[in-house]
């Protein structure tokens, strides 16, 4: 049992939350940050700790695309195609993409460096088109940007060109 390795971590949420079905997504969270996925016995252990049916939970994960259902690569590139980085032409970020690793939609490379998703949006509807790799944006893409953020990464495991995401309201610094 997943959750059972974890038990301090599981009855620290779950002291967050009076109704305890408001504790999924911070569960959710932990089973994928330990797997590096959502596997269906860690679906099953959530939905018993929070009284909850297997299907509720697998609809809660299929929902989100922050969730992922089968291993991913070390660099997640997830591809906005909202309507305002179509219009900016995103479908040919993931053409550069699938061109250059040689994987579509869906898949990792046997290198299981990367894995190419195309989501919904990403919240950076000004800066199209844009990725986001792992937990960073990479936006106003061109076809020379999206090869260097890849090498770099492939070669560094980091890549300079990465804008954000930026929390709003920024803090200003005290003086």
């Known amino acids: 049992m997943l959750l059972a390795k974890f038990k301090d971590e599981v009855e620290e949420i779950l002291s967050r939350y009076p109704v305890k079905r408001s504790a999924l ?13 959502v ?8 939905a018993k700790v929070l009284e909850l049916t297997p299907p509720q939970v697998f609809e809660t994960v299929t929902f989100y695309t922050m969730f992922n259902l089968k291993p991913i690569g070390k ?3 997830q591809v906005c195609k ?7 032409r995103s479908d040919d970020v993931v ?16 290198d299981n460096n990367f894995t190419l998703s195309v989501v919904e949006c ?27 953020v890849l090498e770099d990464l492939a ?16 803090p200003l610094s005290q003086s």
């Open 155 to 170: 070669r560094d495991g980091v890549c300079s060109l990465k804008s954000g995401p930026y929390m709003y309201p920024i």
């Open 75 to 77: 660099f997640h590139l």
């Open 122 to 148: 990403l919240g950076s509807c000004g800066t199209g088109p844009m990725m986001q790799v792992n937990d960073d944006y990479y936006e106003q893409l061109t076809e020379e940007k999206v090869a260097r």
């Open 25 to 37: 997504l911070p569960l959710l969270n932990l089973a994928q940050r330990e797997e590096g996925f």
């Open 39 to 46: 596997s269906e016995p860690a679906m099953r252990d959530i």
């Open 95 to 110: 053409t550069w993409i699938s061109k250059k690793l040689n994987i579509t939609p869906g898949h990792t490379t046997p």
């Open 82 to 88: 909202s309507l305002m980085c179509a219009l900016v």
